[in-house]
């Protein structure tokens, strides 16, 4: 039987990046993929983009949401909505080509002999060469902090490109998920990771944005870091 899989793809200004992406996601043809695009209102008409391409691509769906905003709430929503609908695989994937939609097939391969898949730049094989240095760092020192905090048994704890089975999705309980910003990639690990669910690093390169603008800011930053020792000392 074919999976139904749903990839998830949450959007804040992606005018200039959400058509190719899309086509590039069904040119890969995989059976049974479908698409789901979870704005924030972004002014630039990212989700009307989205909807016109209804016509040539059945498998669009599109939520527009509500306040309050962000990438943490809008991954929430995605899994809330690939579990109601039925999916048996949630692939996630940030918008702007820092994921190559080209490694979607092999994520889906790793759910084979696991039930997370990881697209990891830190495991062997993988990169992230193309980013500022500065970028770089960042990300190595975060992804540290993280994974001595929480003792997360991956090399790359702060990608948000991953595969879930429907198992490890029910594991999490995407309804009680807390983090509202970029700490849902954390949150959601690390409670994978304590319900012992089955996880493999696939390597990726990881490519630097081209089209568009980074909403990452040092509020965000500062929240994230925040919310990993929050979930380090509650255990939750
Ligand atoms: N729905 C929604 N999506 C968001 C929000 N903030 C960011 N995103 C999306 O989440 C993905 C990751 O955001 P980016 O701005 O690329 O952040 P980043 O990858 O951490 O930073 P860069 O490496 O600088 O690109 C992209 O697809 C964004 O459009 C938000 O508040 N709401
Ligand atoms: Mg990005």
Redesign the pocket.
Known sequence: MISRILVC??????AENISRLIEEIFSLQIPGLEILV???ASPDKTASIAEGLKGRYPGIHVLR?KPP???GS?GREAFIYALKEKFDIAVEM???F?HDPKAIPLLLNALGTSELAIGSRFTEGGTDAE?PKG?QILTQCANFYARSLLRIPVQDANS?YRAWSLKALQAIDPETLRARG?AIVHETLFRAARKNIKMQEVPIHFI??KE?????NLTKLARGYFWILRLALSGK
């Open positions: 793809i949450p959007t804040y200004c992606e979870v704005d924030d949401r905003y962000g990438r809008s940030d918008a702007d820092s980013r970028r948000g970029p630097d944005r568009g603008f980074s909403k990452l």
